[in-house]
């Protein structure tokens, strides 16, 4: 079968795929004349098949554009090749009533016998253009420098906030490779590490911990967080990474702390004198003879209530101290039994007062550390003294020492009101005091267990909950044995 359009033939089937086609086929001769269009030409230009046939393709291009689009054809047909769909042009066409909108166009030679014909492939990419706006709107708008790469790691899109924080104009960065934003030293890692990303996208966070820096033009660098999340284009697989500067957060941070610590240290000594005047004259009072029992129970009182807060004073003291310069131990070779049975006696006063039974459980054998004895001693008293708050009266506190292999070990067990739902690594943080003991008011200001977790770090040991239920919790501390 042959079509007659102007004395030309085309293959039997072409008319078929060109009406098939979903995109505007246009076919042209050597002289840039319309010879054949499909009914979605029609229906996107807004001509009727006779209208177009005979016509200079430029027919559908902006009138301002003619003589460029004449030179480009011409050049075209000296060597014409297949020319895929979205070439990265900014394209215009324009129909009937004089409407432009943008397009994108594929371009491909068609062998006839009446020599060579050219058919493009016109597609409106009207609303494919109105989402790449409003996505670059958003991209502008986003509070973070916004860097897009493919998987190769080039750089294909940034925003203003880009320009902003790392110094360079945007055109610098596109093309470019994503670590020339990534300081020297962990060019190597991060090539590595964007590689592992591209084979299993997803959305995560990084540098929460603020271990992550970005470099500047100018070589200086500073700490980001960063969020990475894929998107799925046309063109393959993007990332997008959210990049945000968080010196400011860290130097106020920094000096949050610097303050706090300050704050702690006026605090304690200011309190530590009146509190030791307290207690010496308390000691006074208690040897006179003639104090009756009502002031004895009296005095007796302000003793402990003294003892209480100096206790608390010098844990803030050692805080302090840890967050200085670390915490100073002597070590040297120590047998753990007499100064767990030390503890253990010298708790046994507060626990009687409070109807607990405390008991202890202690090896047939030495069990012999190389560490600080008082140190060691101020932990175990801080477990001990944590475990009789949080139980209640006529309740249980357990302290068993025992070795492993290359371990000693200390437990301190509770029959209290267990630590709930609380991650069990937080009540190790500075302060942190579980919703239980706030609305139970326990006493307390969340600082024994954060010198405990100190002591042990710097003995090389650990320390952790091996069992926290409605029965109780258990804390274990390993100290390693001497070899």
């Known amino acids: 079968m042959s079509t007659d359009q102007g004395r030309r033939t085309f293959p039997t089937d072409l008319g078929g795929l060109l009406e098939a086609a979903p995109d505007a086929m246009v076919v042209i001769d050597h002289s840039g004349q319309i010879v054949l269009v499909n009914a979605q030409t029609e229906t996107v230009f807004g001509y009727t098949r006779n209208e177009l046939l005979g016509q200079l393709v430029e027919i559908l291009v902006p009138k301002a554009l ?17 020319r895929s769909m979205g070439s990265g042009l900014d394209l215009q066409a324009r129909r009937k009533d004089g409407s432009e909108f943008p397009v994108e166009i594929s371009l491909a030679p068609l062998e006839t016998e009446d020599g060579v014909l050219i058919s493009a492939a016109v597609r409106d990419v009207t609303n494919k253009r109105s989402e790449e706006r409003l996505f670059r709107g958003l991209l502008e708008a986003a509070p973070d420098a916004m860097v897009i790469v493919d998987q190769a790691g080039k750089i294909v899109l940034v925003n203003a906030q880009v320009e902003n924080r790392f110094g360079y104009e945007r055109a610098e960065l596109i093309g470019q490779s994503v670590e020339v934003l990534v300081p020297e030293r962990f060019s190597g890692m991060h090539v590595a590490f964007r590689s592992g990303y591209v084979a299993g996208p997803r959305t995560r966070p990084m540098g929460l911990a603020g271990d992550l820096f970005a470099r500047r033009k100018d070589g200086s660098e500073f700490p980001v967080e960063i969020s990475l999340a894929p998107l799925e284009t046309e063109d393959g697989l993007l990332v997008s990474a959210a990049v945000r500067d968080i010196s400011e957060r860290r130097r106020m941070q920094a000096e949050a702390d610097r303050v706090k610590d300050e ?68 070590p040297e070779i120590i047998d753990l039994e007499p100064i767990v049975r030390d503890a253990v006696e010298a708790a046994r006063p507060r626990a009687e007062e409070v109807d607990i039974r405390l008991s202890l459980e202690i090896p047939g054998f030495p069990v012999q550390v190389d560490a600080d004895r008082d140190r060691v001693g101020q932990a175990i008293d801080n477990l001990l003294s944590n475990a009789l708050k949080f139980t209640p009266p006529s309740g249980s506190v357990r302290v068993v020492l025992s070795a492993t292999d290359t371990d000693a070990e200390i437990e301190v067990a509770d029959s209290g009101m267990g630590i709930g739902d609380v991650e069990a690594s937080r009540i190790f943080e500075r302060l942190y005091r579980s919703g239980s003991a706030v609305a139970q008011q326990v006493p307390g200001a969340g600082l024994g267990l954060t010198i405990a977790l100190a002591i042990v770090e710097a003995h090389h040991g650990s320390i952790g909950v091996v069992k926290s239920d409605a029965t109780g919790t258990t804390f274990r501390m390993n100290f390693p044995l001497c070899s």
């Open 66 to 82: 003619h003589t460029i689009h004449r030179r480009h054809r011409t050049d075209y047909l000296v060597e014409p090749h297949v």
């Open 263 to 330: 704050f702690f240290a006026t605090v304690s000594h200011e309190l530590r004198t009146p509190l030791t005047s307290m207690l010496g004259y308390s000691e006074l009072m208690a040897d006179l003879e003639h104090l009756s029992p009502q002031g004895q129970r009296f005095l007796q009182v302000i003793t402990r209530s003294a003892e209480r807060e100096l206790r608390l004073v010098d844990d803030l003291l050692t805080l302090v101290a840890i967050e200085e310069s670390g915490l100073t131990i002597r």
